[in-house]
């Protein structure tokens, strides 16, 4: 990168603008997509399905660097992955006249991502993962990983059996499938891919004379997520101080207790195990939507073409088995919007 500001007595000044890397190769990708459009009862109802699969290889992505080296980061290609999938489409016009206008539209997508092969860099990644989950600050953490078969976002942990009904602590199990009671990070296996099964959003178009209504609904099915909620506000929590209220009434306290959590007299520090890995389905009611337009002789008095009043709103409503630290009763944030819509 030159620097006109800087001359020296051989001409111009300049400075490195990145890390090279003379083995980086260009991306290269393979897409095979097929799909069709069916019509019925006069395109009444239209399904639309479709398939996908892209071969990815010499996969691009930015690697971090140490802040000794003088650079952020270096380009260099990570790897191969296959992404599939089938997608789903439907609409159906329920009912088409002049009063009443009614119709439901859903999508489905069912999606995998598997990596193929990893690279030297990505490999050494692994072992820095390895070594940082060592220490105390990262050892209740999940880190990434990558491995040859597994998803691009698979969860790492020490795979659980639970906590023992005769003493309060948790079952582990060795990377060599015997049980333990000692935690170690060298038992730390691919557990769950947060991978939904299936996405998908749905919804309806209601229209009666000059009101409309159009709801929409997504979804999410299937997936897994590690819920460090319950690591750091439940088991690491301090029971003699605030704390949720599942720290007091759903820890081990006696023989026999079939127990979530540990011992409730133990304050030692839980660490990363898939007993904090839970179902993620999620239905969100994301947007509603409601209008009407004026007669002609109310706006053509005023000089307009048109006049619509919409009341919209987002985020109506959240429901999920996942349950995160949000704040008071997990809040989601709302929008509302009045709008008076004209043109002349």
Same mark, same amino acid.
């Given at each position: 990168?030159?620097?006109?500001? %800087?001359?020296?007595? !051989?001409?111009?000044?300049?400075?490195?603008?990145?890390?090279?890397?003379?083995?980086?190769?260009? /991306?290269?990708?393979?897409?095979?997509?097929?799909?069709?459009?069916?019509?019925?009862?006069?395109?009444?109802?239209?399904?639309?399905?479709?398939?996908?699969?892209?071969?990815?290889?010499?996969?691009?992505?930015?690697?971090?660097?140490?802040?000794?080296?003088?650079?952020?980061?270096? !380009?260099?290609?990570?790897?191969?992955?296959?992404?599939?999938?089938?997608?789903?489409?439907?609409?159906?016009?329920?009912?088409?006249?002049?009063?009443?206008?009614?119709?439901?539209?859903?999508?489905?997508?069912?999606?995998?991502?598997?990596?193929?092969?990893?690279?030297?860099?990505?490999? %050494?990644? %692994?072992?820095?993962?390895?070594?940082?989950? /060592?220490?105390?600050?990262?050892?209740?953490?999940?880190?990434?990983?990558?491995?040859?078969?597994?998803?691009? *976002?698979?969860?790492?942990?020490?795979?659980?059996?639970?906590?023992?009904?005769?003493?309060?602590?948790?079952?582990?199990?060795?990377?060599?499938?015997?049980?333990?009671?000692?935690? *170690?990070?060298?038992?730390?296996?691919?557990?769950?891919?947060?991978?939904?099964?299936? *996405?998908?959003?749905?919804?309806?178009?209601?229209?009666?004379?000059?009101?409309?209504?159009?709801?929409? #609904?997504?979804?999410?099915?299937?997936?897994?997520?590690?819920?460090?909620?319950?690591?750091?506000?439940?088991? %690491?929590?301090?029971?003699?101080?605030?704390?949720?209220?599942?720290?007091?009434?759903?820890?081990?306290?006696?023989?026999?207790?079939?127990?979530?959590?540990?011992?409730?007299?133990?304050?030692?520090?839980?660490?990363?195990?898939?007993?904090?890995?839970?179902?993620? *389905?999620?239905?969100?009611?994301?947007?509603?939507?409601?209008?009407?337009?004026?007669?002609?002789?109310?706006?053509?008095?005023?000089?307009?073409?048109?006049?619509?009043?919409?009341?919209?709103?987002?985020?109506?409503?959240?429901?999920?088995?996942?349950?995160?630290?949000?704040?008071?009763?997990?809040?989601?944030?709302?929008?509302?919007?009045?709008?008076? /819509?004209?043109? #002349?």
């Amino acid at each position: 990168l030159p620097i006109s500001s %800087n001359w020296y007595s !051989t001409g111009v000044g300049a400075s490195v603008m990145s890390y090279g890397n003379e083995a980086l190769q260009w /991306q290269k990708t393979q897409n095979y997509d097929a799909g069709m459009d069916l019509g019925l009862f006069k395109d009444r109802l239209i399904i639309s399905p479709r398939y996908y699969y892209k071969y990815t290889r010499g996969l691009l992505a930015d690697i971090d660097l140490p802040p000794s080296t003088g650079f952020p980061s270096y !380009t260099d290609n990570l790897g191969d992955m296959v992404n599939k999938g089938v997608e789903l489409n439907f609409k159906y016009n329920m009912i088409r006249n002049k009063i009443w206008n009614v119709s439901v539209f859903a999508n489905l997508v069912h999606n995998t991502n598997t990596i193929v092969k990893i690279s030297d860099a990505l490999q %050494n990644y %692994n072992q820095e993962a390895n070594k940082a989950q /060592q220490t105390d600050s990262l050892k209740a953490t999940p880190l990434l990983r990558y491995q040859a078969g597994q998803s691009l *976002n698979e969860i790492y942990a020490v795979r659980s059996l639970g906590i023992d009904p005769e003493n309060g602590q948790e079952i582990l199990i060795k990377k060599d499938g015997t049980r333990t009671y000692t935690w *170690n990070a060298n038992d730390i296996v691919p557990v769950a891919d947060p991978t939904p099964k299936v *996405n998908g959003s749905f919804g309806s178009t209601v229209g009666y004379r000059r009101l409309m209504l159009n709801v929409i #609904f997504t979804t999410r099915l299937g997936g897994k997520d590690y819920n460090q909620t319950l690591v750091d506000r439940v088991e %690491n929590a301090d029971p003699r101080y605030n704390v949720d209220i599942r720290a007091l009434t759903d820890r081990w306290q006696k023989p026999g207790d079939h127990a979530a959590f540990k011992n409730i007299a133990n304050l030692g520090t839980t660490y990363l195990s898939s007993r904090f890995i839970e179902d993620d *389905n999620t239905l969100d009611f994301t947007t509603l939507y409601l209008s009407y337009d004026f007669a002609r002789q109310v706006y053509s008095r005023l000089g307009m073409s048109n006049l619509r009043v919409a009341f919209t709103m987002n985020d109506v409503a959240h429901w999920s088995t996942f349950k995160i630290e949000r704040g008071i009763d997990y809040p989601y944030a709302k929008s509302f919007t009045l709008s008076l /819509q004209t043109s #002349f």
